[in-house]
Structure formats: C-alpha cells, structure tokens
C-alpha cells in the first residue's frame, strides 16, 4: 500500500505565536499557543472577537506556565476586553483543563457537547470505570502483561491530575448546531473516535475550520477504546468524523489543535484514510492462522520504544484497530475462561483465502 504525499500549505506561517501572544489568522479569529510538559509540547487555542468580548475556543492545561501566559494576555492583547464565552472541543485535559478557572474568572458560561461535558465530570472525579483499577482491568483483558501494567499504574490518574475540576453547569452544543460569534456564523460539526462528541466549528463564510485534535496537519490523532464502551467501534466513529470533513470545500483553511495552521485538508484526510488502512492491513496479515491480544499487536503497530504514557496509547489504539476490523467481520473477537480477548482472522474452511488488503481498505473507508 502505498502513501500519498502531502504537504500542508502553511497559510498563517511556520512561526507560532509565544505564549502570551496573538497571531491574527484571519479577522477577528486570532491564534494563542500555550506550553505542555509532554512530549506533545504545546496546544494551539483560538480567540475570537465576540461584540465587546472574546470567546474562547479551548484552555489549556492546568499549570502555573499556563495560567500565567492567560493572565499576560487578558492585560495585554486581549485588552481587558472580557471572556463571555468558553468553548472545549472535547474532555481532554489540554482543551479542558484551565475552563473551570476561566469560567469562574470572566463569569463565563462553559460550551461543550453532553458526551464530552459529562465524560469530563466523570474522569476529574475518577469514578469507575474512569478509574485506574478499572483502565488497568481493561488493558490486562487486551493482554498487557506485568512490567506494563506496573508502569501504566505508576501513571496513577493522570486526568484527575490534570483537570482537577470542572464547571458544574454547562451549555449544551449539539451537531450541526450554529453559533453566532463575533458577525459570524460557526456550526457544530459532532465527531466521535477520539473523544465520545468531539465538537469542531465550522465557518462557511470564510471557509474556516476550527478543527480541534480531529485533523492535525502531521500526527495522527489518537483513537482509543476505553473501559466504560469496552466493545466500541472507535476508529470507525473517527473515520466517519473525517468523511464529514471531506465534505467541506477543498479550500478550507483548517485550525487545528496541535501543529500549524494549514491547507490542503483533502489530500491530508486520502493520506490519514490511508494510514490506518496500512495498519488494517498489518494487523489482518499477523492475526491470520493465530489469535492475539492489542497488546500483541502493538509491536506490529508501533516499531518505537514507548514509555507508560505513550503504551497507554498505543495499547487503545490497537483494541481500536481490531475493533474495526471485528466491526467488519473481518475479524473474530474471543474471551477465555481468563477473560482475556484475542483476535483472529474469520476464514471460513474451504473458503479461498480473503484479499487481506482489499479488506483493510474498505475498514479503512477507501
Ligand atoms: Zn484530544
């Protein structure tokens, strides 16, 4: 199988913003890059003039380095102009994280979809099954032995950490749903895989999408199976979020949460299609003629070293693409009298076997 190349036209330039700093993108919409202590370094968040205002779009995290890179900007290239509404693109705890601070700052409603408001709520408070007793259960019925278990526990609650509250009243936003900011309409585009209701905004008028961590110009986005939907099709959900966006004019300039802003989305969605199309393809090859774990398919998927952080990852990722291929048919999904799952190639005796690739191209939406 072969990739696609793609290179983003880098519309708003290759240098971001400080933290502390504006970069106007277009009117009105301004871009602000907040730091991480991850190997993910930084999250982009959008301003948007709203009348006398500014709205929000994501927080960043809650650390000191964050919070003073807001209070910089409220002074200065915000001008004192106040924050009336706060808008997460999703639960995670980069976009999340600092709402109930802002929020409470600027008397500000917060804007999220119900799945991810309440996912949210359920993780900063660690009820089960957000839980790390309960993720690790998850991860030892996909395989994970001793040595990673340990070192996914070490993690302890990572989110609870990280959004240590959140507002405890929120404004429903629903798919399709348009929000008047600033003299111009954004809709509500709802998508699912790497979060359960992943909100992105679209502006028509100006062929503007604020894309969240759907469509990022460079990394794929994480698609993970978690324990409280043990048995979701989560990879499906993202790849119909992104036959969404493939429905929007080839032209759009797209905003996303991580990286630089860009154009080119449609070769860059045919190459993310792809990519995940090769990765069906090496799972179907390795699972024919023996059954095995997502964490048997992690090496086969991901050749690099990984710390605990990145395993927790790469082991949903893996439940993620044999749940797609399960979803097909292509696969079959066993428990033992362990309760641990493994997974299969579903070969009929007799029948020839199935062309492995086609398959995978058609999980993958191609
Ligand atoms: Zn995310």
Redo the contacts with the bound molecule.
Sequence with gaps: MSFCAFEPGYFAGTAPPDPGQLHEVAPGVYWLRMPMPLALDHINLWLLEDGTGWTVVDCGLTTEATRQAWEYLFTSGMKGRPIRRVIC??M?P??VGLADWLCARWEAPLLMTQGEYLSARLLSAGLPPTDTASMLAHFRAHGADGIHLQELAGRGNFYARMVPSVPLRFQRLMHGQMLHIGGCEWQVIEGGG??PE?ASLWCEAREILIA??LLLPRIS??VSVFPIEPEADALGRYLRALARFAQLPAAMRVLP?HGLPFTGAHARIRQLRQHHAERLARVLQVCEGQALTAADLVPVLFKRQLDAHQLGFALGEAIAHAHRLWADGALLRSIDAQGIIRFSLAQRTGEPKPDLESLARTAAGL
């Design positions: 693109t999703h995670h980069d976009h790497h979060s992943h969240g961590d986005t994480n949460s």
